[in-house]
C-alpha cells in the first residue's frame, strides 16, 4: 500500500472500508507470477539450469520481494555457491585463469575510456531513456496502449530501440557516476530487445492482464508446457523454445528450460 494513500485517507476522515482505492495497472511483466518461467529452484535457490541461482521476484514464492527477497536470498544462493565451489562441483573450464582475467579486464578497460570525455554530449542519458520509455509503451505493449500489441508494433519498436542502442557510443563521462548511468541506459536497452524478442516470440496471449496479442488474443494448447528462453549473443537475442518439465528433478541438471 502506498504512503500517499493512507493520507489521503487520513485527509478526508475515511477508511478502506468506506472508500474504495483506485488503482491503475501498472506493472506487467513478460511472464506470470512475479518469477522467470522454465525452472525449479531448490531451498538454496539453485536452478534446474546448472550454474544459475535466482533470488527475489525471479525465484517466486511471493510477489514484491525484489529487494528485501533479493537480499535474504542473494545470500542463501552465495553460500551455496561457496559450498559448491569448495566441494569442487564447478568444472576446471569455468574458472577463469589470472591470464584470462587480465585480458577481459583490458578490454572493459577500453571500453570504458571510450567514453571518457569532458564535452558535453548531443544528447543526454536522460533523454535517452525518456525516449526508450516512449518506444516501449508506445510500441511494446506499454501503458500507452493499455499493454496491447501486435507485430507491426513490436517490429518499429525493435527498430527504434536498435537505432538509440547505437546513439549510446556517443555518450560521454566526465567521472565514474557518469560512466555508471550510461551502462545502466545500455543494460535497460539489452532488456528491451529482449522484452520485444519474447513478446514477439510467443504467439498467444496466456496473462491477458499483463498483455494482450492483438494478432493472438487467445491461449493456445500447445503452449500450455512451453517456455520461451533467450541468450543474448553478439549483440542479438536468440529465442529459445523448451518444455518445462512436470516434477522438481535437481538430480537432473539443464534441460529444464
Known amino acids: 500500500m502506498a504512503p500517499s494513500q493512507t493520507l489521503k485517507w487520513m485527509e478526508a476522515g475515511k477508511g478502506p472500508s468506506e472508500e474504495n482505492v483506485e488503482i ?139 537505432q538509440l542502442f547505437a546513439l549510446t557510443k556517443d555518450l560521454t563521462a566526465k567521472d565514474t557516476d557518469d560512466l555508471l548511468h550510461i551502462y545502466e541506459v545500455k543494460e535497460r536497452l539489452v532488456v528491451c530487445k529482449s522484452v520485444i524478442a519474447h513478446l514477439k516470440a510467443r504467439k498467444e496471449t496466456r496473462w491477458r492482464g499483463f498483455g494482450q496479442n492483438m494478432g493472438y488474443p487467445g491461449t493456445k494448447d500447445d503452449w500450455d508446457k512451453k517456455a520461451v528462453n533467450s541468450v543474448y549473443e553478439n549483440g542479438k537475442i536468440k529465442i529459445l523454445f523448451r518444455d518445462l518439465t512436470q516434477t522438481p528433478d535437481f538430480g537432473q541438471k539443464g534441460g529444464t528450460l
Not at 518506444?135 to 527504434?160: F, P, S, W
Request: with cysteine.
Open 24 to 162: 491503475e495497472g501498472t506493472e506487467p511483466y513478460i511472464v506470470g507470477g512475479h518469477t522467470a518461467s522454465g525452472y525449479w529452484v531448490d531451498n538454496n535457490r539453485a536452478t534446474t539450469i546448472e550454474g544459475l541461482y535466482a533470488a527475489g521476484d525471479v525465484a517466486g514464492g511471493c510477489p514484491q520481494k525484489y529487494v528485501t527477497g533479493a537480499l535474504a536470498e542473494g545470500k542463501l544462493a552465495a553460500l551455496d555457491m561457496v559450498k559448491q565451489f569448495k566441494a569442487g562441483t564447478l568444472k576446471e573450464a569455468d574458472i577463469q585463469t589470472e591470464t584470462e582475467i587480465k585480458v577481459q579486464e583490458g578490454e572493459i578497460l577500453s571500453q570504458y575510456e571510450k567514453f571518457r570525455n569532458e564535452d558535453a554530449p548531443a544528447f543526454s542519458v536522460e533523454e535517452l531513456e525518456e525516449a526508450m520509455q516512449k518506444v516501449m509503451d508506445a510500441y511494446a505493449g506499454g501503458i500507452g496502449t493499455n499493454y496491447r500489441y501486435n507485430e507491426k508494433q513490436l517490429n518499429i519498436a525493435e527498430e527504434k530501440i536498435g
